[in-house]
């Protein structure tokens, strides 16, 4: 479907479920009233008490030197001032005896998406949500594992991911000035908790708005148009980023690190879709990463990589 497609559902208020890849090129809208049809599940911005999982995935992660050369192919692009902020994933091989419809069942995350048998999301992450005329955003950035001693003040005092969650939020006030005046950062890096796996993880997120109009209904295919990818999980700028995102990661996103979201009528609510497992011939793949930014250390982002692979 194309966005000016939606910008129809919008304008009559037709309910529609939207699922959009990585690039936002390959768009998925399904009419809510039509959704009993269609092998899919989902859970938007639900409440959930945070608890640990079992370990149910055997991991087998790309090598750490493998890692290494393009954690530095990257660090190469921000010296040469091609990028400043890089969010570089890879996929895991991962072995797992449950099904997708089984994860999804077991997962705890505010945005849940199962796909056919295709692809599920857990996603602690939001997008956009757009409320009574006026449109939010929330980048996530910077995590630290809770059970460090003063892990609160270590992760909010580190230069590194102070610096990283700064080009993040500037990003999306950017973006956001696109579509929306009076753009402004509503609250900065408050920390919330969240189960992973074996470990409890602090994550960082800031909170930014901006008056959207009366008129976003009819607008809004254009709006996600205009604010997609997500940067939070792209990078800065966004053009040039994208392009080197491509040549390094040597890998096909698909629908990871893309957006879902769901329009009621009256408002509209989305995640970004990480903590992503996509199914495919072979197996089940996990897709997962992190920022990089010149003050990056090649083994700490590699260990989050696999950090972020956990049923939360």
């Excluded at 390959?26 to 079992?54: A, C, H, R, T």
């Excluded at 890879?90 to 295709?118: M, V, W």
């Excluded at 897709?287 to 990056?296: C, R, Y």
Aim: aromatic share 10%; glycine share 6%; charged share 25%.
């Amino acid at each position: 479907m194309t966005f000016d497609a939606i910008n129809s559902l919008g304008k009559e208020r037709k309910p529609f479920l939207f699922i959009s890849d990585f690039r936002a090129k390959n768009i998925k809208v399904i009419l809510l009233d039509e959704l009993s049809k269609s092998d899919v599940e989902f859970s938007i911005n639900s409440s959930y008490s945070s608890q640990k999982q079992d370990e149910i995935f055997i991991k087998e992660p790309l090598s750490f030197d493998a890692y290494k050369q393009k954690f530095h192919r990257v660090i190469q692009e921000i010296q040469a001032g091609n990028t400043y902020l890089l969010n570089l994933t890879q996929p895991t091989k991962i072995q797992t005896a449950l099904t997708l419809k089984e994860i999804y069942s077991l997962s705890n995350a505010h945005y849940k998406l199962r796909y056919k048998d295709e692809f599920v999301c857990f996603s602690p992450e939001k997008f956009i949500q757009i409320s009574k005329d006026r449109i939010h955003t929330y980048p996530m950035k910077g995590t630290i594992d809770a059970s460090l001693k003063n892990a609160k003040e270590l992760i909010l005092n580190n230069e590194k991911e102070m610096a990283e969650h700064i080009m993040v939020v500037d990003l999306l006030r950017n973006d956001l000035s696109i579509v929306a005046k009076d753009v402004r950062v509503e609250e900065f890096r408050y920390i919330t908790h969240l189960a992973a796996g074996e470990k409890d993880l602090l994550q960082v997120s800031s909170h930014i708005s901006g008056d959207i109009g009366s008129s976003w209904h009819e607008n809004i295919g254009s709006i996600l148009e205009a604010l997609l990818p997500a940067g939070s999980i792209s990078g800065t700028p966004k053009k040039s980023t994208i392009e080197i995102i491509e040549s390094i990661e040597d890998y096909e996103r698909g629908y990871f690190s893309g957006v879902f979201g769901l329009y009621d009528g009256e408002s509209f609510d989305s995640g970004v879709m990480i903590r992503f497992i996509e199914k495919n011939e072979d197996g089940y793949l996990y897709k997962s990463g992190g920022g990089i930014t010149l003050d990056s250390d090649v083994l700490s982002e590699y260990n989050e990589l696999l950090d972020k692979i956990y049923l939360p």
